[in-house]
């Protein structure tokens, strides 16, 4: 039973103007079996949480920390920190050229369990994770996220996300730029996850409508760095019938 547990983060990134803060003091704990739903609006600082977490190294933590089962992950590379168990959706799947998403998808459980899967096995779980995600089995021969759909993309996200199974998963508007009905087949995807209550689970969205389908244990709302307040699903249904305003107001931003 893994924790993820943040601690008074602070995070700041190069600009054109020089160094801004971005992150002003984030602390949040994600225990196995719960799902956090990160909401705020625009340049607010979510998607900068999800990639320090993940070690992008555009992001420079100047103070706090992050640990997973009480190991330093700011201590470890990007694909350490994969190996330990976290994994990141990304809001932007960026093309990967020349690779499949099967070699791809059977090189990432390689590097992440150590040993390759057994063949027979991992072909039977790609098909039924892929049949469960309504994807053709030709996307399998498709080159990394080239010319796919925003639908597509999430998909295949969600697809890692099952077959890669990490301890934590960070969800960085998986919903954006879905229909309906790609909404719901994603949020399945999630839900299988996290079915066996042993997973922890950060989703970052704009809007309720993808916690209509992937029920949050806490919601917390995010302004100008930092939450500004913390609440149960019913908090969702508050942003959405009010907006940020009044959190803006009680930022400062």
């Keep these: 039973m893994s924790t993820l547990a943040i601690k008074d983060l602070h995070v700041s990134v190069e600009t054109a ?9 984030v602390t949040l704990t ?3 079996g719960e ?3 990160v909401m705020g609006p625009n340049g607010s600082g979510k998607s900068t949480l999800a990639y320090t977490i993940a070690g992008h190294p555009k992001y420079t ?3 706090g920390t992050i640990t997973l089962d009480g190991e330093d992950v700011l201590a470890m590379s990007v694909d350490e920190r994969a190996r330990a168990g976290l994994f990141l959706a990304m809001q932007y799947p960026v093309e990967v050229p020349g690779v499949s998403v099967s070699n791809f998808l059977r090189t990432a459980k390689t590097a992440i369990d150590g040993e390759a899967p057994k063949l027979r096995t991992w072909v039977k779980d790609v098909k039924g994770a892929m049949d469960a995600l309504s994807m053709d089995p030709s ?5 990394v996220n080239e010319g796919f759909s925003g639908g597509e993309k999430k998909r295949h996200e969600t697809l890692q996300l099952e077959l890669l199974n990490p301890k934590v998963a960070i969800l960085d508007e998986t919903d954006s730029g879905l229909d309906i009905d790609a909404l719901k087949v994603v949020s399945e995807g999630v839900n299988r ?3 066996g209550g042993d997973k922890g689970l950060l989703l970052i969205t704009h809007y309720t409508r993808i916690l209509r389908y992937i029920a949050p244990d806490f919601v917390h709302v995010f302004v100008d760095g930092r939450f500004v307040e913390e609440g149960g699903p019913e908090l969702a249904e508050q942003l959405e019938a009010e907006g940020y305003e009044r959190f803006l107001a009680k930022a400062g931003a």
């Design 193 to 195: 996850f996290r079915s």
């Design 30 to 32: 994600i225990n196995a």
């Design 17 to 25: 103007e020089g160094v801004k803060e971005i992150l002003k003091g």
């Design 139 to 143: 996307f399998a021969e498709r080159n």
């Design 61 to 63: 933590v100047t103070s």
């Design 35 to 37: 799902t956090h739903a």
